[in-house]
């Protein structure tokens, strides 16, 4: 593939592309180049003053450093989306006009062609928050991004802080990587308004197939899932956990009700773990009728609204769940409010030859500028990325250097008065302290960076 030319950004001048062979095998240089969106709100720099992105990546940097002495480094191709490529590529547009723009218009608006053509290139990319359009025809850069580039699963780990007031009692016992469908089921966007031409042409063809319970001025939504969309991404959450060595998969899905989709969805993920990894799995109903799980992956299966209840009083069962789009955004959003929050809930978009690693949280707009929100979720989601390049030493120390951050604060809590290094919304968790008490967003990094430089 051709490199390609740009209308207003500069590649780096020093760095390697990454590539993927055509059995979907990454091969990471020592000196990749990874495309960097900051984000828009708390996640873009504004004059001097850091984003919780640039705050993240300086961490992610020492990390590198002091793991590989110099052997290895990440460069970063600043590329842009939301507001601030909107602010870039076409500030001559105002805001009542955005609706009157057709929806590849809108596209364009808050994400470039630039990006997108630097996103394809390289294929590896972490990403700050970024502002939900105003205009009704483009729904979403993070939506847009996962269909044009493919990228399947939504991985989203949640674990629990030492150190991090979690209002769920058992949240030291959640540690657990959520695997969620990223391009089929109502994600699609495959929907009709209510009396309009299509969905009344709808109604008509199922009142002939006998379905009378569908009012006539229904809106009407289609949720295909697939064996092919299902399969690929229980094989890489069965792959995940076979290379990790963790105990389980999950199915979670609504299949009591929806049987032909997302009972489908479990059925398929049985009959794959059966064909494709049956030295390395074994279902729970077999291990009920004596078999034996020692050394392999038990795969099993719960229903969507009892999982919710089991993650909250059993979460040291779950260790990776694989469900359909909207089952996965409910459970990761739930589960990490269980340990305190989104603050903290990385997470990725991977498709079999991209991969993008972003904060599940918003923009944040009224602390855009203001050096003290928590860069902990675009730090996390880049520990992510260090892991699927392979670079699992420095993903260690940044996670080790977090740890030791979090558990300063506590022991530091403990005597009214003393100085957190911790942004303010863990500092106001702690008794006897107010969001006031709380660290810069670049002071909690240059914390972690500290802690992180100790190890050994």
């Known amino acids: 593939m051709t490199a390609p030319t740009y209308e207003k950004l500069t ?15 990454w091969k990471i240089p020592d000196d990749p180049i990874a495309c960097l969106m900051r984000g828009d709100g708390i996640g873009q720099d504004v004059g001097a003053t850091p984003g919780i992105t640039t705050c993240a990546v300086k961490v992610l940097d020492a990390a590198v450093e002091k793991a590989y002495g ?5 460069h970063w191709f600043d590329i842009h989306a939301g507001d601030v490529a909107r602010a870039m590529y ?5 805001d009542e006009q955005v609706n009157t723009l057709s929806e590849e218009e809108q596209r364009q608006l808050y994400l470039p062609d630039d990006s997108l053509k630097a996103f394809e290139y390289f294929k590896l990319g972490l990403k700050g928050p970024l502002t939900t359009p105003i ?3 483009f729904r979403s850069i993070n939506v847009y991004l996962r269909m044009r580039f493919d990228l399947y699963a939504c991985v989203r780990p949640v674990r629990y802080f030492k150190g991090v007031e979690a209002p769920n009692k058992r949240a030291d016992k959640v540690n657990m990587i959520i695997f969620r469908e990223n391009t089929e089921d109502v994600y699609c966007g495959i929907e009709f308004k209510s009396n309009s031409e299509r969905a009344k042409k709808l109604i008509a063809l199922l009142k002939e197939w ?16 697939s064996p092919e969309g299902s399969k690929r991404l229980i094989r890489m959450a069965i792959k995940y956990a076979v290379a990790k060595k963790l105990p389980s998969v999950t199915l979670m899905h609504k299949g009591n009700i929806m049987k032909f989709t997302e009972g489908a969805f479990k059925d398929w993920g049985y009959e794959l773990a059966r064909d494709e990894f049956r030295a390395q799995t074994v279902s729970e109903d077999e291990v009920w009728k004596g078999a034996d799980k020692k050394g392999k ?4 299966d719960r229903i969507a609204d009892s999982m919710f209840q089991q993650i909250q009083l059993r979460p040291d069962e779950y260790s990776v769940i694989a469900t359909p789009n909207l089952n996965g955004d409910y459970i990761s959003d739930a589960a990490a409010a269980m340990t305190g929050g989104i603050g903290l809930a990385a997470g990725a978009n991977i498709g079999d030859h991209a991969a993008m690693f972003e904060a599940t949280h918003g923009t944040a707009p009224k602390y855009t500028g203001k050096n003290m929100a928590n860069p902990g979720a675009v730090l996390l989601s880049g520990v992510m990325m260090l892991e699927h390049m392979g670079w699992d030493e420095a993903a260690q120390l940044v996670n080790q250097g977090v740890d030791a951050t979090f558990a300063e604060a506590e022991e530091t809590a403990k005597k009214p008065g003393g100085k957190l290094h911790v942004t303010y919304d863990i500092a106001r968790q702690f008794a006897g302290y107010g969001a006031e008490a709380g660290a810069t967003s670049m002071a909690f990094a240059d914390r972690i960076i500290e802690h992180l430089r100790k190890l050994k």
Request: glycine content about 18%.
């Open 11 to 25: 590649p780096p001048t020093t760095g390697t592309r990454v590539s993927v062979d055509a059995q979907g095998n």
């Open 70 to 74: 110099g052997k290895r480094k990440i």
């Open 90 to 94: 076409y500030p001559q547009v105002k």
């Open 135 to 137: 205009g009704g025809g």
């Open 210 to 225: 006998g379905y009378t319970n569908v009012l006539p001025t229904a809106g009407i939504g289609i949720k295909p899932i």
């Open 297 to 300: 992956v038990v795969v099993n």
